[in-house]
């Protein structure tokens, strides 16, 4: 493949060398990450003479990848004599029957989970709670499996883990794009267990059950809601790929399978596991928390991506994610359901208003009492000045501008002072505790008719 090489034989000949010597001398530091490359070439699955005639990058990996198409890869049989295995052959002949270093990793990863309980996966962005559950998986027998940073804080912890890259004879690629997207993962999350078939397939890969996944995803909504916003290739980087495929695969599989996406989740889940088993009830509400939670994540991801492309004109579809804040007593009327959300839009982020208020005193708020605070709200957001708004039923019965905050209160009870008992009094400046007490005046102690009078 290379101008200088008189045929691709002669340059596997040459690089192959070139790796031998890089292979003997991991000592030294600067060879290090290219023999780590070699090293993972002749664990990945012998590739074919086209795939590999038609590349020209790298030669040393090329050669190496070469040679096994030639001979099994240097790994995996006895070691002989430099001379033997350059000799010319058949590049399109059948390789002898000799496993590959990525099933005999694979048939380790098997046996080891043979003598424990189980297998958790956890690949985790968010690693509140990691620690703690750790330890609780390992106190229950079950072996850890996990990737880059959650592993190295599972270690960190003292809990033995082994890399995902055991499970799959392939290390991390493209970045970090490429780490669980794999039949040794996948097989192992969505084989169902009381299927032969499924389960005489994954036997004859030598892949594992995995009966835990614990997986949150790449923080998008914190990354693209960032002053100032990042540049657009960040954001896309931080659209996670693996972690919803696994998250769907465990959730799909939950007959078998637990899936668990949210750290609040995670005591219950090792109560369970000590327990000696976990519910078909908590697999399958976790299930649905896992969709929801990839549900989310995706509506997030297609309206900032709509927000780059959109020129701003309303989008052809769209989905709003939202959040339970609270359950209510009863809707508009006594008889009806009603529940207040929050709306996780990144539109909405960081804009403030009755969603995200804090509740310092009283009794549960209604939903009478939500719509009517929106309302009241919203009308006073209108003005600069400093305002005071009344809403009865939606309707602001009392609006009035001064620049001392309590005259303006007083303006906007006279208006409708029948009205204003018992309604949503709003404004756009701090209260004080002057104007506070007023205001308890008037609930506790004063009738409509006689603040009309005063």
């Known amino acids: 493949t290379q101008p200088r090489f008189s045929s691709w034989r002669a340059a596997a000949r040459v690089t192959t060398c070139c790796c031998m010597r890089i292979l003997t001398t991991q000592s030294a530091p600067r060879f290090q990450p290219i023999a780590n490359m070699a090293l993972h070439a002749t664990r990945a699955l012998q590739p074919t003479a086209t795939q590999l005639l038609c590349s020209a990058v790298h030669p040393a990996v090329i050669a190496v990848r070469r040679?096994?198409?030639?001979?099994?890869?240097?790994?995996?049989?006895?070691?002989?004599?430099?001379?033997?295995?350059?000799?010319?052959?058949?590049?399109?002949?059948?390789?002898?029957?000799?496993?590959?270093?990525?099933?005999?990793?694979?048939?380790?990863?098997?046996?080891?989970?043979?003598?424990?309980?189980?297998?958790?996966?956890?690949?985790?962005?968010?690693?509140?709670?990691?620690?703690?559950?750790?330890?609780?998986?390992?106190?229950?027998?079950?072996?850890?499996?996990?990737?880059?940073?959650s592993a190295k804080a599972i270690e960190a912890a003292g809990v033995a883990v082994r890399k995902v890259e055991d499970l799959t004879g392939f290390p991390e690629m493209l970045d970090g794009r490429v780490k669980t997207l794999h039949p040794g993962v996948h097989g192992g999350i969505l084989a169902i267990r009381g299927n032969d078939e499924h389960m005489a397939a994954i036997k004859a890969h030598n892949i594992s059950t995995i009966d835990v996944v614990i997986v949150n995803l790449y923080p998008f909504r914190a990354t693209v809601t960032r002053s100032p916003p990042p540049p657009f290739a960040e954001g896309v980087e931080n659209i996670d790929i693996g972690g919803p495929a696994m998250i769907?695969?465990?959730?799909?599989?939950?007959?078998?399978?637990?899936?668990?996406?949210?750290?609040?989740?995670?005591?219950e889940l090792l109560s369970q596991l000590q327990s000696g088993e976990v519910s078909a009830q908590f697999r399958k509400k976790m299930a649905w928390k896992a969709?929801?939670?990839?549900?989310?994540?995706?509506?997030?991801?297609?309206?900032?991506?709509?927000?780059?492309?959109?020129?701003?004109?309303?989008?052809?579809?769209?989905?709003?994610?939202?959040?339970?804040?609270?359950?209510?007593?009863?809707?508009?009327?006594?008889?009806?359901?009603?529940?207040?959300?929050?709306?996780?839009?990144?539109?909405?982020?960081?804009k403030?208003?009755?969603?995200?208020?804090?509740?310092?005193?009283?009794?549960?708020?209604?939903?009478?009492?939500?719509?009517?605070?929106?309302?009241?709200?919203?009308?006073?957001?209108?003005?600069?000045?400093?305002?005071?708004?009344?809403?009865?039923?939606?309707?602001?019965?009392?609006?009035?501008?001064?620049?001392?905050?309590?005259?303006?209160?007083?303006?906007?009870?006279?208006?409708?002072?029948?009205?204003?008992?018992?309604?949503?009094?709003?404004?756009?400046?701090?209260?004080?505790?002057?104007?506070?007490?007023?205001?308890?005046?008037?609930?506790?102690e004063a009738s409509p008719l006689s603040v009309a009078t005063q």
């Open 248 to 267: 769907r695969a465990a959730a799909k599989n939950h007959g078998d399978v637990t899936v668990i996406v949210d750290p609040a989740d995670y005591a």
């Open 352 to 444: 403030g208003g009755i969603a995200t208020a804090v509740q310092h005193h009283g009794k549960e708020m209604s939903y009478n009492n939500y719509l009517d605070a929106d309302a009241a709200y919203s009308c006073c957001c209108d003005f600069k000045e400093p305002t005071c708004v009344i809403v009865k039923h939606t309707n602001p019965c009392g609006v009035a501008t001064r620049d001392d905050l309590l005259e303006a209160y007083r303006l906007a009870v006279i208006a409708d002072p029948v009205s204003a008992f018992g309604g949503i009094v709003a404004f756009n400046r701090p209260v004080d505790e002057k104007l506070a007490r007023e205001l308890r005046e008037f609930r506790c």
């Open 291 to 350: 969709y929801q939670h990839t549900a989310s994540y995706d509506a997030q991801v297609a309206e900032w991506l709509w927000g780059q492309v959109g020129e701003g004109q309303p989008a052809p579809e769209m989905s709003v994610p939202m959040k339970l804040e609270q359950g209510l007593r009863y809707g508009e009327n006594p008889h009806q359901a009603a529940a207040f959300y929050t709306d996780l839009s990144l539109a909405e982020y960081n």
């Open 67 to 149: 040679v096994n198409t030639v001979t099994p890869c240097l790994r995996d049989q006895p070691i002989r004599s430099a001379a033997a295995s350059l000799q010319p052959q058949n590049p399109f002949a059948a390789r002898p029957n000799t496993p590959s270093i990525r099933v005999q990793r694979m048939s380790v990863m098997a046996a080891a989970a043979a003598g424990s309980k189980g297998r958790a996966l956890v690949s985790v962005s968010d690693k509140t709670g990691l620690e703690e559950l750790a330890k609780g998986l390992s106190a229950a027998g079950y072996e850890l499996v996990s990737t880059g940073g």
